[in-house]
């Protein structure tokens, strides 16, 4: 006897849910059941920290695309050095500059009081960011949930796959690339400079030495609160957005416009290139910036999770189980 009609039925439901657990999808509505409280939570928690120290607002949302763009949104960057491996807080990129993480574990001990054991901390920074734009008046968006904890963490990885500030137009295309987005998406997420600050030593070579492209008194004016020698004051802060850096807005595209983005890759948007016609609809578009910046939030959050039974929910976010 062929295959009857029921057969063939029942191998496309089996086919359909293998398919369904192979690349098991993020979802809004992930911990609806398990952990009802854990949006308010969140966000009551990201509130205070805010009303503390406004600039943690920026801290933490950089920490999500810190997370992100070494080995996908796994919370690896959240992993404190062990004996068998180096973590990514020493890494280029974060040491003496990614902040937040006492604020993440607060949260993370709020969460595992509400529900214990079931949510990421990976899902708790992706949670965060969003929460933090919102919160110091940018868009919000339903986050997407449901990723899981890495047991690792690269040193390496992190050194390689976030972007220095000395990148080229055509480096931070391909950076962005390689975590799955787009040159647009670069642009609407670079708009994050609107809040924080950046260290002299990250912005020093833009403000002696480039003559291109940069505002002369903006120059003179971040100079002196940035020494020129190596060495002296590398510490000091700027803010990325000399407008409004403390307000999520468009504002750091009309800085571009004006020739005073603090960083060098900054001002690359700018630079009579391939992104110059966004940076300009962004700076007069400020809702079209809102929403294309919303929706590349959401895609770089759908970076390479980990999900099923992949990786694990972290009890502490410092450490593996
Ligand atoms: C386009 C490539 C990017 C480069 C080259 C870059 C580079 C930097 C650098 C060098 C700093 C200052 C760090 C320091 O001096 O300690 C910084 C700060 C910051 N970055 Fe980026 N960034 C990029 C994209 C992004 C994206 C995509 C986001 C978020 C989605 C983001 C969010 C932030 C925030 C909020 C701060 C301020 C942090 C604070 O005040 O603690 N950046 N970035
Ligand atoms: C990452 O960069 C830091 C700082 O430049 C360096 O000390 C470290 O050796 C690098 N780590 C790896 C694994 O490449
Ligand atoms: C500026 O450029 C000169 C010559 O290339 C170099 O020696 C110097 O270290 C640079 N200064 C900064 C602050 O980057």
């Known amino acids: 006897m062929g295959f009857s009609s029921f057969d063939i039925l029942m191998k496309s439901v089996l086919v359909m849910l293998l ?64 004996s068998s491996f180096t973590g990514e807080k020493r890494a280029a990129p974060n040491f003496r500059s990614a902040r937040g993480f006492e604020v993440v574990d607060n949260i993370k001990s709020a969460v595992e009081k509400a529900c214990p054991g079931v949510v990421s901390c990976a899902d708790i920074l992706a949670i965060t960011a969003r929460d ?7 868009p919000s968006w339903n986050v ?20 220095p500030p000395t990148s080229s137009l055509s480096q931070l295309i391909s950076s962005f690339n390689a975590a799955g987005l787009s040159s647009k998406d670069m642009v609407a997420l670079s708009g994050s400079h ?16 480039e003559t291109n492209n940069l505002d002369a008194s903006f120059a003179t004016s971040r100079r002196s609160n940035c020494p020129r020698a190596t060495g002296s004051g590398d510490n000091n802060l700027a803010p990325l957005d000399i407008q ?40 007069s578009n400020p809702s079209l910036f809102s929403s294309d910046f919303a929706a590349a939030m959401i895609k770089m959050g759908d970076n390479k999770p980990l999900t099923g039974s992949s990786g ?3 009890k502490n976010c410092r450490r593996t189980n």
Do not use: W
């Open 19 to 82: 398919i369904g657990v192979v690349s098991a999808q993020l979802s809004p509505t992930f911990y609806s059941r398990a952990c009802p409280k854990l949006l308010p939570t969140v966000k009551s928690a990201v509130q205070s920290a805010i009303s503390k120290e406004t600039r943690m607002g920026a801290s933490l949302l950089r920490l999500h695309f810190h997370d992100c763009f070494v080995n996908g949104c796994d919370g690896s960057i959240l992993l404190d050095d062990t």
């Open 244 to 283: 409004s850096p403390t307000s999520f807005n468009n504002d750091y595209f009309k800085n571009l416009i004006n020739q005073k983005g603090l960083l060098h890759s900054d001002q690359q948007l700018f630079n009579g290139g391939s992104a110059d016609s966004t940076v300009r609809q962004y700076s």
């Open 312 to 314: 694990e929910i972290r």
């Open 194 to 209: 609107t809040i924080g600050q950046a260290r002299c030593t990250n912005f020093r070579a833009r403000i002696y030495n």
């Open 144 to 163: 997407k949930l449901g990723r899981r904890d890495s047991r690792t963490a690269s040193q390496a990885a992190a050194n390689n796959s976030i972007p």
């Open 132 to 138: 933090s734009v919102a919160i110091l008046g940018g």
